[in-house]
């Protein structure tokens, strides 16, 4: 059982079991209860057996990148094992797509805007959310995208996510400077809060 109050991070990318350990000791430490996780079998494995130990809910991501939407309906069709299918879009088609398609949770984007106001409402009703990753240390213009990209999405009145989309321990965020980026954006700390502690749970069944 995962509390309502759990934190959330939806991306992380351990490349082998040892990281995929140390990601979710460190993970356990920082607080998060829910943790997405994409990577091969073995890290995958890993990352389960690790969460199981501590109590944290562990789910197997996907995401799927393509500027075509033949492609995508067909990587859809082969995505059933996953717990959290996610869209990185790479044209408006598949955008569009992602957001119809009930089988999508999350559409890993910068710029929501490419969604019409009815696809946007749709998406919502569907329980998914924008992804947003958050930006790596040092990386000023990530930085910037992060925080115009959240200020659009808000706008636009789409759900938001915040993902450290780490590769290893040291990638993740705690939770509180996570949702205190919302804040930087100009955004009142309750939406921030939202990104890391409620919005996922339109994703992903918690209980």
């Known amino acids: 059982m995962v509390s309502g109050r759990a934190a959330a991070d939806l991306c992380v990318k351990p490349g082998s079991p040892s990281a995929a350990e140390s990601i979710v000791r460190r ?12 990577a091969a079998q073995d890290a995958w494995e890993a990352a389960k057996d690790t969460c199981r130990e501590l109590g ?14 033949s492609r995508v309906k067909k990587m859809l069709r082969n995505a059933k094992r996953a717990d959290i299918v996610a869209v990185k ?10 957001a119809r398609d009930g089988r999508v949770k999350l559409v890993v984007a910068h710029t929501p805007s490419f969604l019409d106001r009815s ?3 749709l998406f919502n009703l569907g329980g998914g959310a924008v992804e947003i990753p958050l930006p790596r240390p040092g ?28 590769y290893d321990e040291w990638g993740l965020w705690p939770p509180a400077s996570a949702a205190s980026m919302a804040v930087l954006a100009g955004l009142p700390v309750r939406i921030g809060l939202e990104f ?10 918690c209980g």
């Not at 356990?28 to 943790?35: C, D, F, T």
């Open 27 to 38: 993970a356990a430490e920082l607080g998060y209860g829910v943790l997405g996780v994409e």
């Open 56 to 69: 944290i809910r562990c789910l197997r991501r996907i995401t799927l990148a393509s500027a075509s939407t």
């Open 89 to 98: 879009p790479e044209s408006i088609g598949v955008a569009r797509l992602a």
């Open 119 to 121: 696809e946007r409402r």
């Open 139 to 166: 990386r000023a213009q990530e930085f910037r995208l992060f925080l115009a990209s959240v200020r659009r999405a808000v706008a636009s009145g789409l759900r938001v996510v915040v993902s450290s989309h780490a």
């Open 196 to 205: 890391v502690y409620a919005n996922y749970r339109g994703v992903v069944r």
